[in-house]
């Protein structure tokens, strides 16, 4: 009873404050009246003010390279649509429950008001609203001008002040837009519940539908919801949702009343449940289906001074602005990055590998994975399966420190000596040791000598030898490396490298130091494919990009072209690619392929720290690193299991070598193989190292007899088994192929081999002072 006392006040209230409303509209209409009420009436209705129209906050859409959507960013879940991509249906349904006279009445219905006062006073409760839908509209627009809560809380309330302010509005948006007009932005305004701001984000978020295709069942449960839509939300739980029923009966009654839809169409709709199909409304990077990818484009946003003056300018753009950004992202190579990765290294693992995949030619981001899921680990933990940070990415774009690149970076200096002049065979002898004392200079003039740092081959064993560029680089060796970065100068590496833009992950300037060639300095996979992809488009060096275009809210196409240069000559692109096409052949990516040709280099940090595998094709480029979390010198990758796997020692060719040639096998399934541009051997042909030839002989004749024993052995164990003749050819065959490092026989019928090492940076001993333990 005292509800219903308390509603009837209410209800008494609203009808003094109709009246007022009434009588005011009324003032130009009566008769007979003083001069008073016609000079009232006149100021009432001269010179409306237009109420604030601010663009709405509009929902960010962020598109893959084919225009599925991959995520989104919003403060309020709204896509805003023109009248005719809203159903008819959905249209009638607002219209009947809301305000049925709608097309008939201006800015205020007197009769729908005394209609909609007496019929909830009888109902004792809120059945039919009694401000027409322009006066909701007008609602809607001061909240949305609102900056602040308070200012929101103001904008709701309701007195007579405001009521005729809100009246005045009315009149004029009834001046400037026709009917329809105001009928599309109320329903592009509206809030529908479960954070569904305006019809198409409602019809998609209740049903999974767009809002040209509802039914009728569906107009009418989100015809119903608006009135109250914070205890009609379906995703608060049952009561809500009967609650939500309820009011779409009574839409269906109030259409059946207005003649909008026949007596059996309502009963038969009334007669079925809600048939929800609520969808994730879940904004930003960690409801995406490829949140690295998605990390790295939110912050091309909120670092571009394009999108805003400031960083809260540029979040509010991201958040409100309405844009749709248009990606490069490839799902297929996508997928195909994560499987192979997913395949060798678990998230809960310590270590973690991370892999970018960048297009030749327009430095395009097809695909950005990692071990780890995207988000906060339970609990809190510092480490878990999960991390924050964008593990293929820079700090500029949410990655972390990254690890040291290792033996990849002997590219440059291989790249730099081709510029030079340097040609195909020529080379020098190595020592088995080196240090360098003297002879490296930085970009300022500097000499940066280290004469404490000894340098060492593969496993420490200190072997030298004539090395020719081939040569050395396929077996990876550290002090070929050395001494050829002295030769051609150590800041010519440092500006190679930069032309590839080679950046350090934490954006800290390259450390210069005559060990730049062992890939000393912190990188991110990222980074790492673009330059690796610029030897694959020639020597043409891309940005990379994850941003094609950018349409603007009202439709406005906005091209981001690839921002490219010429790092190399194309001439001395093809050369590298020659050489590091070997790694694959004779070095230390021997026995693994993808089945077309293909280019790169292993890298192995100093003290298995992290190991990398950057490689290419003419039409996409690959960097993987693999490294622990925990802390890379801290936690070396040696006698560690990963992904349930033990590995004596992780090298470039060990674990991120696989990695590599699974994703790059599944992401180039549909694009037809290219091949590199031969060399100019009139140019890079004829060079000449002295000793090379004998030791090369030397090399096959140790080879020929290992074979002659391996056959041996083979023949002697088919004796003492009584095995056929065709079993011994067979066995000779692996035999044969084991030694030549070909494709292994069946695992029954090895003969055990043991691999060639890189030649690499893990033999490396170098002070802290140049790579400092963390």
């Keep these: 009873m005292t509800n219903r006392l308390a509603y009837a006040g209410a209800l008494g209230t609203a009808g003094a404050l109709g009246g007022v409303l009434i009588a005011t509209m009324a003032l130009p209409l009566v008769s007979g009246v003083g001069l008073g009420a016609k000079e009232a009436a006149s100021s009432f209705t001269k010179e409306l003010p237009i109420p604030p129209e601010d663009p709405l906050p509009e929902m960010t859409r962020v598109l893959d390279r084919h225009g599925k959507q991959i995520a989104q960013f919003y403060t309020q879940n709204r896509e805003s649509v023109p009248i005719n991509r809203i159903a008819p249906v959905m249209r009638h349904a607002i219209v009947a429950i809301e305000d049925a006279r709608f097309y008939e009445h201006g800015a205020l219905d007197v009769r729908g008001t005394f209609r909609a006062l007496v019929t909830n006073a009888q109902a004792g409760g809120i059945r039919q609203g009694g401000s027409s839908l322009t006066q909701q509209l007008v609602k809607n627009l001061l909240v949305n001008h609102a900056e602040t809560d308070q200012e929101r809380q103001l904008a709701r309330v309701q007195n007579v002040e405001r009521k005729i302010t809100e009246l005045r509005y009315a009149l004029a948006l009834e001046r400037k837009y026709t009917k329809d007009q105001i009928l599309e932005r109320y329903l592009n305004i509206a809030y529908f519940g479960a954070g569904a701001f305006g019809i198409q984000a409602a019809a998609q978020r209740f049903f999974g539908v767009d809002a040209s295709r509802l039914t009728l069942l569906q107009a009418a449960t989100l015809a119903g919801a608006v009135r109250a839509p914070y205890t009609t939300d379906p995703s608060l739980g049952a009561p809500q949702r009967q609650a939500l029923r309820e009011r779409r009966d009574l839409v269906l009654e109030r259409m059946e009343q207005l003649g909008a839809i026949r007596p059996a169409a309502a009963r038969a709709a009334k007669s079925k449940p809600l048939h929800l199909d609520m969808q994730s409304a879940g904004g930003g990077c960690g409801q995406s289906r490829y949140p690295y990818f998605c990390l790295y484009v939110q912050h091309e946003i909120l670092t571009n001074p394009a999108f805003g003056y400031t960083a809260a300018d540029r979040e509010r753009t991201l958040r409100r602005g309405g844009l749709v950004l248009r990606t490069t992202l490839d799902p297929v190579a996508q997928r195909s990055a994560e499987r192979a990765i997913a395949a060798r290294v678990a998230p809960t693992d310590h270590e973690v590998a991370a892999e970018a995949m960048v297009e030749p030619g327009t430095g395009r981001i097809r695909a950005l994975a990692a071990s780890k899921h995207y988000g906060n680990n339970p609990g809190g933990r510092k480490n878990g399966p999960n991390t924050t940070y964008n593990l293929p990415a820079n700090q500029a774009h949410g990655g972390g420190q990254g690890f040291q690149a290792g033996s990849t970076f002997k590219a440059f200096t291989l790249a730099t000596a081709l510029s030079q002049g340097w040609r195909f065979g020529e080379g020098f002898e190595t020592p088995g040791r080196f240090v360098p004392r003297e002879g490296y200079t930085d970009c300022s003039g500097k000499p940066v000598n280290d004469p404490r740092a000894r340098i060492l081959n593969a496993g420490g064993e200190g072997t030298g030898g004539p090395y020719s560029l081939e040569l050395g680089t396929w077996k990876s060796v550290n002090i070929f490396f050395m001494k050829l970065e002295r030769r051609v100068g150590l800041c010519n590496v440092v500006k190679t490298a930069r032309r590839l833009g080679i950046e350090r992950a934490d954006g800290a300037p390259l450390r210069q130091v005559p060990t730049f060639t062992l890939g000393v300095n912190e990188m991110d996979p990222t980074t790492v494919a673009?330059?690796?992809?610029?030897?694959?488009?020639?020597?043409?060096?891309?940005?990379?990009?994850?941003?094609?275009?950018?349409?603007?809210?009202?439709?406005?196409?906005?091209?981001?072209?690839?921002?490219?240069?010429?790092a190399l000559e194309p001439q001395v692109a093809d050369a590298v690619n020659h050489v590091l096409q070997g790694v694959f052949t004779r070095g230390t990516m021997h026995g693994q392929s993808i089945g077309r040709p293909a280019a790169g280099k292993t890298g192995t940090n100093n003290g298995y720290t992290s190991a990398w595998f950057a490689g290419y094709t003419p039409d996409l480029a690959s960097a993987v690193s693999v490294g622990d979390m925990r802390g890379s010198y801290r936690y070396p990758l040696t006698g560690v299991t990963i992904g349930g796997q033990y590995y004596g020692s992780v090298q470039g060719a060990s674990l991120p070598g696989p990695i590599w040639v699974h994703s790059m096998i599944g992401a180039l399934r549909k694009t037809q193989p290219s091949g590199f541009v031969r060399p100019d051997l009139a140019r890079f042909g004829g060079g000449f190292t002295p000793g090379l030839k004998e030791m090369l002989e030397a090399a096959r004749k140790k080879a020929r007899d290992a074979r002659r024993r391996a056959e041996l052995r083979a023949h002697g164990r088919l004796r003492d088994r009584n095995r056929s003749l065709p079993d011994l050819f067979q066995l000779l065959r692996g035999a044969q192929q084991a030694l030549n490092g070909e494709q292994a026989p069946p695992a029954d019928q090895q003969i055990p081999v043991p691999p060639a090492p890189e030649i690499g940076a893990p033999g490396l001993a170098e002070p802290p002072r140049l790579i400092p333990r963390r």
């Design 530 to 566: 673009a330059a690796f992809a610029a030897f694959g488009a020639r020597g043409r060096y891309c940005r990379p990009v994850a941003i094609t275009e950018i349409v603007e809210r009202d439709g406005t196409r906005v091209p981001v072209p690839p921002s490219c240069s010429r």
